[in-house]
């Protein structure tokens, strides 16, 4: 009865294969997108309760997996905004959901038929990770490692840039973000995530999916693309001294001798210097506040009342706050209402894909260059974004006759849009050119939330960063007055290191803008 019952679990638990590889990808790049994933966990986990209790014998291993998942604080988890905006919780669900839950099916060799039909259920029903998911994810952490120079037993432990969260990472935590290094050619970070997991190994008492060779395994590849071969040798000996006789191991021990024994130069550790050294931008500095803009320029900004002579302005004024002086950047404050950013999020969310930006080759296309997920909204769908276009217009003195549709961004795990400009690259502008409505003259960025930590906008040649605040509009020009471009206003999105970002922009073109902002030849 008991092999009966088996058999019939293994082929229901196969089922999750199917799952894995289905079409639903880019869960990462959104945190509107990864709340989902919590009832698909909770499922999940709940059905592992249903595996144990079928399965007569003692699977150990199976039960250590769902003291894992459930190691959560509960009380964290029932605030699911917060819990999901965090990136450590957010690799650790997509981890459980791909990696986890195939090394199960790899235990399991039989089927049970009501999960047979739980699973198919579960498959309708529920938003299930990807491979690419998984990637996205560890690619996001390890972004904002480098950006913010987060330490490897800090994250491990919790910690994101000074703030303790109640969520830590586990040895396998570990061992899986170094495999994600390293496949991703971050060596340096491969080394330091594997080194966590043999710390963090004989600390934690559960059997887990990792042996301890395995560690030293991967540990051994590592150094050894980093060009130390000494070590490299040496952690091969320490694994044959646990697992003797290991073919795989021995033939890598043969080939480490023989090209120490040709090699003259990088040897061992002091010889041999990190390769992999993450290039610092200067809007990294800004994003983690190394930077600042100078007393000089800050003490000549001020703020005013607008009403430009516009009658409703009149009524209730514009908060107008300068940011920069030359490039002129404002800030207006409190220019969307919640009620606004709760209908905008609401038309957006269906729609939300992730973002591209264009390639001279290949056209648009989606790049670690830009994580987020973005949708587009006319001012026909909705009462609300024909009132935010006739708003940019008081805001601006710039007609949106010719701008293009309001342009939603939910950033994700990590979520960023590295260095950029608004104005339009040459074989781009051909295809705005084609519809008349010139070079981008303007840009106009609403920021629709507020975020935990991370999410700045940053001037990198003005020193300048702006912390999203919501309800708040941040404008300024692409383009001098005599139609040239202002290089001055390369821009970037720092990673959101915790919370979600939402932002929305209008981008308003050249064309219609003759009388509201003349050309003058010489600026």
């Known amino acids: ?20 590889d289905d079409e639903n990808a880019e869960i990462f790049s959104s945190t509107s997108d990864m709340e989902k994933l919590i009832k698909t966990e909770n499922s999940l986990l709940k059905e592992l309760d249903t595996f144990i ?24 988890r029932r605030d699911i905004n917060n819990y999901i905006h965090n990136p450590i919780n957010a690799f650790k669900i997509i981890k459980l959901l791909t990696v986890d839950w195939k090394r199960i099916v790899s235990i399991i060799n039989n089927i049970n038929e009501e999960l ?8 309708s029903k529920y938003q299930f990770p990807t491979d690419e998911d998984l990637n996205g994810a560890a690619a996001a952490l390890l972004r904002l490692q480098v950006v913010y120079k987060l330490k490897t037993s800090s994250i491990a432990k919790g910690e994101l840039d000074g703030v303790q969260y109640e969520t830590q990472l586990f040895m396998e935590d570990c061992f899986e973000l170094g495999i994600q290094a390293y496949h991703q050619n971050h060596f340096y970070h491969a080394m330091e995530w594997m080194n966590e997991a043999l710390n963090k190994y004989d600390a934690e008492e559960n059997d887990t999916f990792i042996k301890k060779w395995e560690i030293f395994d991967s540990l051994a ?11 490299a040798l ?6 044959l001294h646990l697992v003797p006789n290991h073919k795989a191991t021995l033939h890598k021990q043969s080939v480490y001798e023989k090209e120490i024994r040709s090699s ?14 993450p290039d610092i931008y200067n809007y990294e500095m800004l994003c983690r506040k190394e930077l600042f803009l100078s007393s000089v320029i800050s003490s000549k900004m001020k703020c005013q009342y607008v009403h430009r002579n516009i009658p409703f302005l009149r009524l209730a004024p514009l908060k107008e706050e300068e940011a920069y002086l030359e490039p002129r950047i404002l800030l207006y404050r ?51 974004i024909a009132t935010i276009s006739q708003r940019v217009e008081d805001m601006t003195s710039l007609t949106t006759a010719t701008a293009e549709d309001l342009q939603v ?115």
Request: net charge positive; aromatic share 12%; with cysteine.
């Open 116 to 123: 047979k039909n739980n699973l198919i259920y579960y498959k």
């Open 334 to 384: 409190d220019v969307m209402s919640d009620n606004e950013i709760k209908t905008i999020q609401k038309l957006a969310e269906p729609r939300l894909q992730r973002a591209k930006v264009q390639d001279a080759k290949n056209g648009s296309i989606t790049s670690n260059y830009r994580t987020s997920k973005s949708a587009w909204l006319s001012d026909y769908e909705d009462d609300v």
């Open 53 to 76: 209790a079928q399965i007569e014998s003692n699977l150990q291993i199976l039960k250590n997996r769902r003291a894992y998942g459930y190691a959560k604080e509960h009380k964290t």
């Open 264 to 277: 003259t130069t990088c040897l061992d550790s002091e010889s041999c210097k990190k390769k992999w050294i």
């Open 221 to 231: 590849n590592i150094l050894y693309q980093e060009g130390d071969l000494k070590s």
């Open 409 to 523: 961004g939910n950033y994700g795990i990590g979520g960023h849009y590295s260095v950029h400009v608004d104005y339009l690259k040459p074989e781009v502008k051909e295809k705005f050119n084609a519809r008349g409505t010139g070079d981008r003259i303007a840009t106009v960025l609403f920021y629709m939330s507020n975020v935990n930590q991370g999410g700045a906008t940053v001037f990198p040649s003005l020193n300048m960063s702006v912390w999203p605040e919501k309800g708040t509009a941040l404008f300024w020009y692409n383009l001098h007055s005599n139609g040239e471009t202002d290089s001055r206003t390369l821009h970037a999105a720092c990673p959101v290191l915790a919370g979600s970002k939402w932002v929305c922009n209008k981008w308003l073109h050249e064309v219609g803008q003759e009388f509201r902002r003349p050309c003058y030849p010489d600026n």
């Open 1 to 20: 009865m008991l092999t009966f019952k088996l058999r019939k679990i293994s082929f229901s638990i196969c089922l999750l294969i199917f799952i894995f």
């Open 234 to 239: 040496d952690i091969t000996n320490e694994i």
